[in-house]
């Protein structure tokens, strides 16, 4: 990683992120990584932040990472989250674009075996944290531009199908569910029969 990328830990809030409406930032913080999707700047809470590094704010092209929990998603920076400032424990990768795409970086870091080597070296047995010399000393392979690209839009196309299939899946159960319901309406003498047939 170290020779295709810069890695920095984000800004630390020793007290908590203070929401403050009027704030001169947009805060981005671990919790807003939830499920593996980033939201709109919208939901982002907005904080005054005196002092900071510039080098923490987002920009076209960045990777978020986030090195605590029982997964370690990584998600490239785009569209309203540009400007936003990086909150701790979340890191800021920032890849050196004449020879690695953000969203190839990306989808290495969420690929399972890179996922199973963080998890082996993750710290920790209440709350796993990937250590930062383990992030920074990843080894990546590094193909032309073009079949990067082309590698992170089969990867988006993969979780594109994957989150179909999980809603496929629960509209399913709720029309089974639904069925099954509307069936006992339209039979009550079997349901009579079965009130009947229980015991007591």
């Not at 990328?5 to 929401?19: D, K, L, N, Q």
């Not at 710290?123 to 383990?134: C, D, F, L, N, R």
């Not at 032309?144 to 159960?173: F, N």
Request: glycine residues 6%.
């Amino acid at each position: 990683m170290n020779d295709i990328a810069e890695a920095r830990i984000g800004h630390t809030f020793r007290e908590g992120v203070s929401p403050d409406p009027e704030g001169n930032l947009l805060i981005l913080q671990s919790k807003d990584m939830s499920e593996g999707t980033l939201p709109g700047n919208h939901n982002l809470v907005r904080a005054t932040v005196p002092r900071f590094d510039l080098e923490l704010i987002t920009k076209p092209g960045d990777v978020v990472f986030l090195p605590r929990g029982t997964r370690f998603p990584a998600l490239a920076i785009r569209g309203d989250l540009v400007g936003a400032l990086v909150a701790a424990p979340l890191y800021i990768i920032r890849p050196y674009h004449e020879l690695a795409d953000a969203d190839y970086l990306a989808a290495l870091i969420n690929a399972p075996a890179l996922q199973l080597s963080l998890r082996a070296q993750a710290k920790g047995s209440y709350i796993p944290q990937v250590p930062a010399e383990a992030l920074r000393e990843l080894k990546l392979p590094l193909p032309p531009l073009p079949e990067q690209r082309a590698i992170a839009a089969i990867a988006e196309l993969s979780r594109e199908e994957a989150r179909i299939a999980a809603a496929l899946a629960a509209h399913r159960s709720v029309w089974v569910h639904a069925l099954a319901i509307a069936q006992d309406t339209k039979n009550p003498k079997r349901n009579s029969q079965e009130h009947a047939n229980a015991p007591g």
